[in-house]
């Protein structure tokens, strides 16, 4: 089964400044995506950002990047230039990609809270 | 289309009641499906719909759960008997999926803001 390890159960970071929140997963697939989600306080799930594994590139939404290393099961992000409204609850999250019936489920981590201090 | 929609946002009840949630996917997907969160946890898989065809179901989701998708389009999830350990958030998410031959990078979930159940 896989998993989803996210270690750092807090991170807080100054506005501007650039934070980087670390996940680690175990599979035994080799194809698969790799998701960030944000969820504000009691506020609804939204995507930030999604890797493919096969992708070598890293992939960047605006300032968001990641920084996936498919042989250390790793898949760490960055935030560069923090804002207020970046205080969220962030988890990582895996979705096999192999087809079949199952593969659209998600598995998430346990999260990470940040906060970002003006 | 507004999202993906749930009611009621906040439930309290006493324990041996029965509640229902009411899921409202964006309309052209066919994917739904339902998780359930913990306080200060990440969600967990509880069942999913392709259409009005349940496909899988978690060990998380025991006999006193129920969930239906009677037309593909909303959804519903019943607990009979509330335990106080059913006390969580309901989070219910739905996609599209493209099927066979398509990129299957498209389905990316979009999720609805919960429906929060305290069993007291």
């Known amino acids: 089964a896989q998993t989803v390890t996210q270690s750092q159960p807090e991170m807080s970071v100054q506005e501007a400044e650039t934070v980087t929140l670390s996940c680690t997963y175990d599979?035994?697939?080799?194809?698969?995506?790799l998701f960030w989600y944000k969820q504000p306080p009691s506020r609804q799930m939204i995507l930030v950002i999604r890797q493919e594994a096969y992708k070598q590139q890293n992939a960047t939404e605006n300032r968001f990047s990641v920084n996936f290393q498919k042989a250390a099961k790793s898949f760490s992000l960055k935030i560069s230039d923090s804002q207020l409204g970046d205080a969220a609850m962030y988890f990582c999250a895996y979705r096999r990609n192999a087809g079949g019936t199952s593969y659209g489920k998600l598995t998430f981590g346990q999260g990470t809270i940040l906060t970002v201090h003006p | 289309d507004t999202g993906v929609s749930q009611d009621p946002r906040h439930k309290i009840t006493k324990r041996g009641q029965n509640v229902t949630f009411r899921c409202d996917p964006i309309?052209?997907?066919?994917?739904l499906y339902w998780y359930r969160q913990t306080l200060g946890q990440g969600p967990e898989f509880l069942t999913y719909?392709?259409?009005?065809?349940?496909?899988?179901k978690s060990r998380l989701l025991s006999d006193r759960f129920s969930a239906e998708r009677p037309k593909g389009s909303f959804s519903t999830l019943e607990i009979q008997r509330t335990e106080q350990g059913d006390s969580a958030m309901y989070l219910c998410?739905?996609?599209?999926?493209?099927?066979?031959?398509?990129?299957?990078?498209?389905?990316?979930?979009?999720f609805g803001a919960g429906s929060r159940l305290t069993v007291l």
């Open positions: 998410a739905s996609s599209l999926d493209h099927g066979r031959g398509i990129p299957s990078g498209a389905n990316v979930l979009t």
């Open positions: 719909f392709q259409n009005e065809a349940q496909l899988e």
């Open positions: 599979t035994s697939e080799s194809d698969y995506y």
């Open positions: 309309s052209e997907h066919n994917r």
